[in-house]
């Protein structure tokens, strides 16, 4: 990327060394994090990004679930504000920029508009959203879910861990339990940055995609009910192993995305078992699985295929099953106004990009639905995400970081 030395740009190095603090948080086991949502470092880290925030001289709220909005006021109080958000939590082995990035961008967004003392007409908010990735309390994406209406605010309070322990308990032990509404108010644009979790921009050497659409993604829960029995004198003829019944489930989910692939996909990634012990065949099994295609005809033929091999799988373990918990996500339409505005930064910062579907689930998928919103793409090395692994360069990232603050300064001075 070449840009005039005069075309406003964000600092880089101050961007990446945001970075780095973030990745001294939580960290994980082999180089990455482990920072999940309610935790003591999910905690450390919110303290660290409101101390930035309220550096920068912007007023910070906390809405009932913990959402962190840090506001950078405009010339005009009465116009809606324009959100720049992502998330702080990860997974239990996860990246050091997923979600991070688009978090702390926007917050360099802030700090460089503040360089230049550029004030912009509509205010400008930076949001951090509580669980985006769902590895400690499910569904994933729940907290802007509930922003823009689709899961009730007690519900998610009353939601529990692997645990037991309780989401507005553990909100109200880490701090960070607020007393703002969620949701309900006007918004006029959201912009959200992320890593492609993919590894198509790599490849090809382009530091930005701008997302027109998704993966129509399709999940669900299963439980599985069998019968205790002893592991070794029971018949074959007699068992009712709830385990058995969840492992043809999880096999017969992998062979259907195969099936499809690609560009389709499917997998489970969590399985639970009672009393998963040596000896005794457990009478409780829940699986999760879920279905990804960009056509949604094909997700939903994925999805029925599922339905039929539970039955199958129940008839030859001998067990019940029951989908408890069903979602759905990729069907959303972002704004053509606002990627019409991404394009314009881009070509006006000479940087390369290309439109392309999204393959994983992010806040701004909810977002769309109360707000014209826009997703961009940065590249990450091979892909590689969900794993502590998970890395990017400072080079190819902050082309898409200057396209963000531009985006978002032209829709903010409309």
Not at 59 to 72: H, M, P, Q, W
Not at 286 to 293: G, I, L, N, W
Not at 334 to 342: M, N, W
């Amino acid at each position: 990327m070449s840009t005039g030395t005069n075309i406003l740009q964000v600092d880089g190095e101050r961007l990446w060394q945001t970075l780095m603090r973030s990745g001294e948080i939580g960290p994980g086991r082999a180089g990455g994090l482990c920072r999940l949502p309610l935790t003591d470092a999910d905690r450390e880290m919110r303290d660290q990004f409101v101390t930035w925030c309220e550096e920068a001289g912007c007023r910070v709220t906390i809405d009932r679930l913990g959402n962190i909005f840090a506001r950078r006021e405009g010339q005009d109080a009465s116009l809606a504000p324009v959100l720049i958000g992502s998330h702080l939590d990860t997974q239990v082995a996860g990246g050091r920029y997923d979600g991070i990035l688009g978090v702390l961008a926007g917050l360099e967004v802030v700090r460089t508009l503040n360089d230049s003392a550029l004030e912009t007409r509509r205010a400008l908010e930076v949001v951090c959203w509580t669980n985006e990735e769902g590895a400690r309390f499910q569904p994933p994406m729940m907290c802007s879910g509930a922003f823009a209406g689709v899961h009730e605010v007690d519900w998610i309070l009353s939601c529990r861990d692997d645990d037991g322990l309780v989401f507005g308990e553990e909100l109200a032990r880490i701090g960070y339990d607020g007393s703002a509404p969620v949701g309900g108010r006007d918004i006029d644009a959201y912009f959200e940055l992320h890593i492609e979790q993919g590894p198509e921009l790599e490849a090809r050497g382009i530091p930005l995609g701008i997302v027109s659409g998704g993966y129509f993604t399709r999940g669900m829960v299963i439980e599985i009910e069998g019968e205790n029995a002893h592991a070794g004198p029971t018949p074959m003829d007699k068992r009712k192993n709830a385990l058995v019944g969840a492992a043809m489930m999880i096999v017969a989910a992998n062979d259907i995305g195969w099936e499809r692939h690609p560009p389709g996909k499917s997998t489970s990634s969590r399985i639970k078992v009672w009393p998963n012990k040596p000896g005794i065949l457990p009478d409780y099994a829940q699986v999760t699985v879920d279905f990804r295609h960009p056509d949604k005809a094909t997700t939903l033929a994925m999805e029925s295929d599922m339905l039929a091999a539970i039955d199958e799988c129940c008839a030859r373990a001998n067990v019940k099953a029951e989908v408890v918990q069903t979602w759905e996500f990729g069907n959303e339409v972002f704004d053509e106004a606002c990627i019409e505005l991404v394009r314009n930064a881009a070509e006006e910062l000479q940087v390369p990009c290309q439109e392309m579907l999204s393959q994983a689930g992010h806040d701004a998928y909810h977002m769309t639905r109360i707000t014209p919103t826009a997703l961009l793409f940065s590249p990450c090395r091979d892909g590689i995400t969900h794993n502590e692994n998970e890395h990017i360069e400072l080079a190819y990232t902050t082309p898409s970081v200057n396209v963000l603050l531009h985006a978002v300064l032209a829709r903010a001075n409309r």
